[in-house]
């Protein structure tokens, strides 16, 4: 069924086909060697994801290219993914090289001046779940030429054309380099985690220096580590923290009780984040089937970890948590906090050596599964409780960074939504002042 678009715009609507060339692509043999690693530009529909194309992963050669359907076309052209179930169907993205695809993406350029080819990026880009509406077929749904060429778009001058291009493009810009700080701050969150949880704070809140200071470190399996830590199991600590580590409830227990959309709420691996616990989905059951459940209540600085699938996920319960159930498919460790830090714990859990030692263990074939056999077998090196907590403060103080940056993006995502909404309808004109 067609959807009606710009039903209210005060610009005149065109078919897509009328004002533009579509060139679907191809794929070269890939049993023949030579057509593959040649010089000529070819792209995979997957890269539509990018959004912006100034490169792309595949070559093929020139043979490869007269033996396929695949088209050089010249830039600036529109991608747009035509196939598939997951993102990239209906996913537009500018073409800013001289590129050829495969038969899953379709390029287009304007062929009249009365279309700015940014422009139509923009129009399409906002039309998305549309352009996925338009879509036909069962199993692997897809667009093809004919339908992109019958839908319509809504053409206001060409010279405001350019100024909505200019203006969304200049949200676009703000979006990316906002993208780029969060990976850039990630990159040193992790990069400072691992410096903590190897090297430590010394009593000036400062990274120890192996280096500099070699008579401060030790030997150990990991590496050179602070000579006042401790390298052990799991286990030995909790034994000397009195700690426990049990399973949650098992299914049938639960299953006999009947979920609820408020009541207590229940934990299950996939509500287990990095570093916190995702409520938007959880399972509930009310207080009084819960209290059938109480040893598996969660208590404050408990951990939590996942016992199949991600095995990464692990976090220490606060005092919002408490109260709630540790579900199926989790792993409840509880001890003594007096020289071991919990936050700390799920830090060194989630570590690349944490997690090192989990893969090399699990058990499973298809589903990796944690036990508390393997938990108690995992080996760290153990700060005094004090540089834990100082440690947990440090990481505490970069994920804020990447919190803050992250709501920021939020709200410049929000704010293109809201100027594509109204901008390429025509609700909100851009003066020619802009």
């Given at each position: 069924?067609s959807?009606?678009?710009?039903n209210?715009?005060?610009?005149?609507?065109?078919?897509?086909?009328?004002?533009?060339?579509?060139?679907?692509?191809?794929?070269?043999s890939?049993d023949v060697?030579?057509?593959?690693?040649g010089s000529?530009?070819?792209?995979?529909?997957?890269?539509?994801?990018?959004?912006?194309?100034?490169?792309?992963?595949?070559?093929?050669?020139?043979?490869?290219?007269a033996s396929?359907?695949?088209t050089l076309?010249d830039?600036?052209a529109?991608?747009?993914?035509?196939?598939?179930?997951?993102?990239?169907?209906?996913?537009?993205?500018l073409?800013?090289?001289?590129?050829?695809?495969?038969?899953s993406i379709?390029?287009?350029k304007?062929?009249?001046?009365s279309l700015h080819?940014?422009?139509l990026f923009?129009?399409?880009d906002?039309?998305?779940?549309e352009?996925r509406?338009?879509s036909?077929?069962?199993?692997?749904a897809?667009?093809?030429?004919?339908i992109?060429?019958?839908?319509?778009?809504?053409?206001?001058?060409?010279a405001?054309?350019?100024?909505?291009a200019a203006?969304?493009?200049?949200?676009?810009?703000?979006i990316?380099?906002?993208?780029?700080?969060?990976?850039?701050?990630?990159?040193?969150r992790?990069?400072?985690?691992?410096?903590?949880?190897?090297?430590?704070?010394?009593?000036?809140?400062?990274?120890?220096?192996?280096?500099?200071?070699?008579?401060q470190f030790q030997d150990?399996?990991?590496?050179?580590?602070p000579r006042?830590?401790?390298?052990?199991?799991?286990?030995?600590?909790?034994?000397?923290?009195a700690?426990?580590?049990?399973?949650?409830?098992?299914?049938?227990?639960?299953?006999?009780?009947?979920y609820t959309t408020?009541?207590?709420?229940?934990v299950?691996?996939?509500d287990?984040?990095?570093?916190?616990?995702?409520?938007?989905?959880?399972a509930r059951i009310?207080?009084?089937?819960?209290?059938?459940?109480?040893?598996?209540?969660?208590?404050?600085?408990?951990?939590?970890?996942a016992?199949r699938?991600?095995?990464?996920?692990c976090s220490?319960?606060?005092?919002?948590?408490?109260?709630?159930?540790?579900?199926?498919?989790?792993l409840l460790m509880?001890?003594?906090?007096?020289?071991?830090?919990s936050s700390?714990?799920?830090l060194a859990?989630r570590?690349?050596?944490g997690?090192?030692?989990?893969?090399?263990r699990?058990v499973?074939?298809?589903?990796?599964?944690?036990n508390?056999?393997?938990?108690?077998?995992?080996?760290?090196?153990?700060?005094?409780?004090e540089e834990?907590?100082?440690?947990?403060?440090?990481?505490?103080?970069?994920d804020t960074?990447?919190?803050?940056?992250?709501?920021?993006?939020?709200?410049?995502?929000?704010?293109?939504?809201?100027?594509?909404?109204?901008?390429?309808t025509?609700?909100?004109?851009?003066?020619?002042s802009l």
């Open positions: 069924m959807i009606e678009f710009h209210s715009t005060p610009w005149p609507v065109c078919l897509l086909g009328e004002v533009s060339e579509i060139t679907l692509g191809g794929t070269p890939t060697a030579d057509y593959w690693g000529i530009p070819w792209m995979a529909s997957g890269e539509v994801n990018k959004r912006h194309i100034f490169e792309v992963d595949g070559r093929i050669t020139e043979i490869g290219l396929s359907n695949a076309v830039p600036p529109v991608a747009i993914g035509l196939a598939g179930q997951g993102k990239t169907r209906g996913t537009a993205a073409v800013h090289i001289r590129v050829s695809t495969n038969q379709a390029l287009i304007s062929k009249s001046p080819t940014n422009y923009h129009n399409l906002h039309r998305y779940e352009l509406s338009r036909v077929g069962g199993g692997r897809g667009l093809s030429r004919e992109l060429q019958r839908v319509p778009v809504a053409l206001p001058d060409p405001e054309q350019s100024r909505i203006v969304l493009d200049t949200v676009d810009e703000a990316a380099k906002t993208e780029a700080v969060i990976a850039k701050l990630k990159q040193v992790a990069g400072l985690l691992h410096d903590l949880l190897t090297r430590g704070l010394d009593e000036n809140g400062q990274l120890r220096d192996p280096i500099a200071y070699p008579e150990s399996p990991i590496g050179m580590i006042d830590w401790n390298f052990e199991s799991l286990g030995a600590r909790l034994q000397r923290n700690g426990v580590i049990q399973t949650g409830p098992f299914g049938s227990q639960l299953h006999a009780h009947e408020d009541g207590v709420p229940v299950m691996p996939q287990i984040l990095e570093g916190g616990f995702d409520d938007a989905n959880i009310s207080i009084n089937k819960a209290d059938e459940l109480r040893r598996h209540y969660l208590k404050l600085g408990d951990l939590i970890f016992r699938g991600d095995l990464s996920r220490a319960v606060t005092e919002r948590e408490v109260g709630w159930l540790c579900g199926t498919g989790c509880r001890f003594e906090q007096g020289t071991l830090s700390w714990l799920s859990y570590h690349d050596f997690q090192r030692q989990i893969t090399a699990a499973g074939t298809t589903m990796v599964n944690l508390t056999t393997l938990l108690a077998h995992l080996v760290f090196a153990f700060p005094i409780k834990q907590e100082d440690i947990v403060r440090r990481v505490a103080d970069a960074l990447v919190q803050t940056e992250s709501a920021n993006l939020a709200k410049l995502n929000l704010l293109k939504s809201a100027l594509m909404a109204d901008l390429l025509g609700r909100v004109r851009v003066p020619a």
